[in-house]
């Protein structure tokens, strides 16, 4: 059974920076993409960014290109978001995901979510 869990979130002014993290438990096979969504309050969740684990090639929302960064610790399973420079409008619940295939794919596994609020 696979489980995507989140952490760091938080509240903080504009212009500050976050780090986001998700572990990954259980096993999956072709786990080739992995990535982070966000649903703002009222608005449909939305793709921000995605990384391929064979060769880390990255795909970033042009919203938040320049400003946030994908990786990974491969050994122990966790993916980052590091996000710098936040806005009022980068506020949301942000979700790591791990697609069925590349990162065009739908997704097969969610996180439960964790807040980012910048005011």
């Known amino acids: 059974h696979v489980q995507l869990v989140e952490s760091g979130g938080g509240s903080l002014q504009p212009g500050g920076s976050l780090t986001l993290s998700c572990v990954a438990s259980g096993y999956t096979a072709n786990r080739r993409c992995m990535g982070w969504f966000r649903q703002a309050p009222g608005q449909k969740r939305e793709a921000v960014a995605a990384l391929y684990t064979a060769g880390d090639s990255t795909f970033y929302a042009d919203s938040v290109k320049g400003r946030f960064t994908i990786s990974r610790d491969k050994g122990q399973k966790i993916l980052y978001l590091q996000m710098n420079n936040l806005q009022g409008e980068d506020t949301a619940v942000y979700f790591c995901?791990?697609?069925?295939?590349?990162?065009?794919?739908?997704?097969?596994?969610w996180g439960q979510g964790t807040q980012v609020t910048v005011s």
């Open positions: 995901s791990e697609h069925t295939g590349d990162c065009d794919s739908p997704i097969r596994y």
